[in-house]
């Protein structure tokens, strides 16, 4: 079974194919960030106005790569939501206009159960039910995901995401935007130590996180102008990793799953996935990351859920193809997929 | 020939099939439902014709300019099918294909004025010379209303669209009577299709990824400071 995988939520264009038999056969992705520079965050407008661009000749690439033609797949999947409404809905369109023209379905996938599901593009070992940690732009939460479809919400942050509060750090070390990755390259020169950040919300019980406070204490460390920006860098990824790591701990007791998974785009971050390994290690709870290209936002992991579901025997829509997509879609809203 | 030709830019969502000469075309005015019902115009319209989506030589759509996310829903749907049935692209302009509807009852203007409201105090707007039974393709601007300076030619002149409908003031302004005016007229998949078989027979089917969208209004952000 080859299904193609659309991802166009927000910044990043993502178009891959991936076979039940072979895995993933081909995968490639456009960037806008640079686009988006410029600007100090992403315009959706400008978002929606790439995507029609990139993504035919991405889809181009990718069956050339792969030496396959259209005609052989059997459907096409594509992020549904949530995300940025235009930036989808250009998606949608396309991925909803090609399923027609070759007459396969097209499915419509959580951007959050794509993530989640990304380390399968890696091991073959990995199985439910596991817990996992989804940390990004957008997101922070714990969540216990018991089988395909199957997912609760256990934890998470009540303000700002993790990786939110690193770009918006950046920003307060000057590093521009999105300023992230450049704070974590700074830390690496910090020293551990000279400064002390809080650890937002470890005092308290429970599996809810808070990291807007994070930023404030930035600010009045960087206001005494009596610390180095690699230090506080370092005193701030130390703080975020902290909290995350403790959580997740906590996560696992509560939810009792024996494996963890770890998605998102700050599931790149080198410190935070070394403090996740330890903790594991320490746990004796085996932890999975995707690789580092299929952390951000990709379309190998919107083809990769889109054929575990049809594997599972999702419904795939028999009437009038419609081209849609949301915005809002709580994950929690996902049914595992019933055989029809 | 068979085409299949798509406009979205406006309120109303409609969709075309040219076959051997003949127009079918289905419309419904139906803002922001446009991808609801789209593909399942398309559908109709080939079952109704009883023509195999495989037996279409290629997608004509309105390009725009009009609703941002209109223009684009036609290009990403004309694109997706194109590229599935390895078919060209019949990029029309959405103006030229509203202003087209002048000549629909046989009225023969010198001139058609096409204007479509773009918000923002803003219309866009073509003033499209007619030749014999087509209108041919304009310069497209986006102004304020009363910064519009057609250079009509000598003749009969007619005007219609949206941007006459939220600018009651224009017509007149522009020296309009009443029956040269028709503020109610919204772009159609008809008049697409039937300027894409013109343009199709000069050669400007295009391959489906360079079928893009044209906005006319491209200053929609402006660089700042960081957030």
Not at chain 1, 201 to 217: H, I, Q
Request: charged letters at 20%; glycine letters at 12%; a negative charge.
């Amino acid at each position: 079974m080859k299904v193609l995988g659309i991802e166009t939520s927000c910044d990043e264009t993502g178009v891959a194919l991936i076979d039940s038999e072979q895995g993933l056969l081909a995968h490639r992705l456009y960037s806008q960030t640079d686009l988006h520079a410029i600007y100090g965050g992403v315009v959706p407008e400008l978002a929606s106005r790439d995507h029609i661009r990139r993504l035919l000749p991405l889809v181009r690439a990718v069956l050339d790569a792969a030496g396959v033609d259209g005609r052989e797949l059997d459907a096409v999947a594509y992020t549904g939501g949530p995300g940025l409404l235009g930036a989808l809905l250009t998606g949608a369109s396309v991925a909803r206009a090609l399923a027609w023209g070759w007459g396969v379905p097209a499915l419509a996938v959580h951007h959050l159960e794509g993530h989640l599901l990304a380390p399968f593009l890696d091991d073959a070992g990995l199985e439910f039910p596991f817990l996992v940690l989804q940390v990004s732009g957008g997101h922070t939460q714990l969540i216990h995901a018991r089988a395909l479809g199957d997912y609760e919400l256990v934890g998470e942050s009540i303000d700002d995401a993790a990786g939110e509060a690193f770009d918006k750090t950046a920003k307060l070390l000057g590093l521009g935007y999105p300023g992230g990755p450049a704070l974590a390259r700074l830390a690496e020169q910090g020293e551990s130590g000279v400064l002390r950040l809080p650890r937002p919300m470890l005092d308290r019980p429970g599996l809810d996180m808070s990291f807007s406070g994070l930023k404030t204490a930035v600010l009045t460390a960087l206001k005494k102008q009596a610390y180095r920006p690699q230090d506080v860098a370092r005193a701030f990824e130390e703080a975020v990793t902290d909290t995350l790591v403790e959580k997740t701990r906590r996560g696992l007791e509560h939810t009792g799953a024996p494996t963890l998974v770890v998605a998102g785009g700050v599931a790149a971050n080198v410190t935070l996935r070394a403090g996740l390994q330890a903790m594991g290690r320490r746990q004796g709870v085996p932890v999975y990351f995707p690789r580092p290209e299929f952390c951000t936002d990709n379309g190998a992991m919107i083809a990769l859920a889109g054929l575990r579901r049809l594997q599972a025997g999702a419904p795939v829509d028999r009437g009038a193809p419609v081209v849609a997509a949301r915005a809002r879609w709580p994950l929690a809203e996902l049914d595992a997929p019933v055989p029809a | 020939m068979r085409l299949i030709a798509i406009e979205t830019a406006s309120e109303q969502c409609s969709a075309a099939l040219y076959l051997d000469g003949t127009i079918y075309a289905l419309r419904e005015r139906a803002a922001r439902r446009h991808g609801e019902l789209i593909l399942g115009q398309i559908e109709q319209l080939l079952e109704a014709a009883g023509v195999d989506r495989s037996s279409l030589d290629g997608i004509a759509v309105g390009r725009g300019p009009g609703a941002f996310t209109g223009v684009r829903l036609g290009l990403g749907v004309a694109q997706g099918i194109a590229f599935a049935l390895d078919r060209p692209v019949v990029p029309v302009s959405t103006l030229q294909a509203l202003a087209q509807q002048a000549l629909r009852g046989g009225a023969r203007p010198t001139a058609v004025l096409a204007g479509l409201d773009a918000r923002m105090g803003e219309v866009y707007w073509a003033l499209c010379p007619v030749q014999g039974d087509r209108v041919l393709p304009a310069s497209e601007q986006v102004d304020a209303p009363a910064d519009l300076r057609p250079q009509w030619p000598d003749g009969g002149r007619f005007a219609l669209g949206s941007a006459f409908a939220a600018y009651p003031d224009l017509a007149p302004a522009l020296g309009l009577e009443a029956s040269q005016v028709d503020a109610h007229a919204l772009p159609d998949a008809h008049d697409v299709a039937l300027l894409a078989v013109d343009a199709w027979e000069r050669g400007e089917a295009v391959a489906p990824e360079e079928a893009q969208p044209v906005y006319v209004r491209d200053d929609v952000a402006r660089p700042g400071p960081a957030r």
